[in-house]
């Protein structure tokens, strides 16, 4: 748990796809904005990005909830992947998944299901 303020954490869930399908279209319009404006590739802008990640990462570790050998630009790389291949398509159900995806894989490994 990382905080106690958002629905993740108050229900030990990640929000499910209508919630995440609808954030997901600003987050990516505001990416192709700042990936077209080169706003997107500086190096402050990625410290930034990459230092939120990694609170939320580390606290999730501490918790037991997050793997602790994640990379905070590794999961930068998948988001901007889920959201700049989603932009053309009009399905928050594509992009819902995606983001269980990523999630799942940011979970910690359990018994009976290797990782790569």
């Known amino acids: 748990m990382c905080c106690s303020s958002c629905s993740a954490c108050r229900t030990g869930r990640p929000p499910r796809r209508s919630a995440a399908a609808s954030t997901s279209r600003g ?3 505001t990416l192709r904005a700042g990936w077209a404006s080169g706003a997107i590739a500086t190096p402050a802008t990625r410290a930034r990005l990459s230092a939120a990640i990694a609170l939320i990462l580390d606290a999730g570790a501490q918790a ?12 930068t790389m998948m988001l901007l ?3 700049l291949s989603t932009t053309a398509v009009s399905s928050p159900e594509l992009t819902g998944r995606l983001l269980d995806l990523v999630v799942d ?4 490994v359990s018994k009976g299901r290797p990782r790569a």
Do not use: N, Q
């Open 27 to 29: 987050i990516s319009d």
């Open 64 to 75: 037991g909830s997050l793997r602790a050998d994640v990379e905070p630009d590794e999961v």
């Open 81 to 83: 992947g889920v959201f």
């Open 105 to 108: 894989a940011l979970r910690p």
